[in-house]
């Protein structure tokens, strides 16, 4: 049974940071790309970042600069560090095998003084 489970979102001011983590269990986690995406209130999920099982990366151009994202493959997570936080990108955060098209629950993290 795959699970993918996301924690770390919160309430946040705008300039702050938070860190989001991802466990997943279930799948071959050394052979899977992983990305986080999210989704705002009345819009569609978009991507946020990427990396490969190698740890090649690929952010939104949104988020380049002020998020990170990273994976140990000893623990089967997948980190996405944000700074610098901005109020648009309060949404849902959803960790996603690539490989296998699993989605995690989400987790909410809002931007706002």
């Known amino acids: 049974q795959v699970q993918l489970v996301e924690s770390g979102g919160g309430l946040v001011q705008p300039g702050g940071s938070l860190k989001l983590s991802c466990v997943a269990s279930?799948?071959?986690?050394?052979?899977?790309?992983m990305g986080w995406y999210r989704q705002a209130p009345g819009k569609q999920r978009e991507l946020v970042a990427t990396?490969?099982?190698?740890?090649?990366?690929n952010y939104a151009d949104s988020v380049k600069g002020r998020f990170s994202i990273s994976r140990d493959n000893s623990k089967n997570t997948v980190d996405l560090q944000m700074n610098n936080l901005k109020p648009d990108d309060t949404a849902v955060y959803y960790c996603?095998?690539?490989?296998?098209?699993?989605w995690g629950q989400g987790t909410q993290v809002t931007v706002s003084s």
């Open positions: 996603h095998d690539e490989r296998g098209d699993y």
């Open positions: 279930g799948i071959i986690f050394t052979y899977c790309a």
């Open positions: 990396i490969t099982n190698v740890g090649r990366t």
